[in-house]
Nanobody, 124 residues
Framework: QVQLVESGGGLVQAGGSLRLSCAAS????????MGWFRQAPGKEREFVIA????????AYADSAKGRFTISRDNAKNTMYLQMNSLKPEDTAVYYC?????????????????WGQGTQVTVSR
């Protein structure tokens, strides 16, 4: 498994932007597919967005389309989530996750390494 650490969360007003980062400890980071999930209070953790190991294929939840962008810098062992036009319903703990494999994945079952999460709060 790879160690993952998220950063960049915080409080932002509706309509604002945040950029989350996920730093990986493993030098084989480029071999992992990566994803972001989130868990709002009282709700189950849900898929947000994912990227394949090469960084050229992505998958989006409907809630992320047109507003969120995922990217990765394999040279820096880091993945990013750029969130624009944030809404109060985006408030959640955001988790990055790694999956062994080159494709992209949407199911939590496919991911075997998880970060500790970072809180994102969007105020009205």
């Amino acid at each position: 498994q790879v160690q993952l650490v998220e950063s960049g969360g915080g409080l932002v007003q509706a309509g604002g932007s945040l950029r989350l980062s996920c730093a990986a400890s493993d030098r084989t980071f480029s071999s992992y597919a990566m994803g972001w999930f989130r868990q709002a209070p009282g709700k189950e953790r849900e898929f947000v967005i994912a990227i394949n190991s090469g960084g050229d294929t992505r998958a989006y939840a409907d809630s992320a389309k047109g507003r969120f962008t995922i990217s990765r810098d394999n040279a820096k062992n880091t993945m990013y989530l750029q969130m624009n036009s944030l809404k109060p319903e985006d408030t959640a703990v955001y988790y990055c996750a790694a999956a062994t494999g080159s494709s992209w994945y949407r199911s939590q079952r496919d991911f075997n390494s998880w970060g500790q999460g970072t809180q994102v709060t969007v105020s009205r």
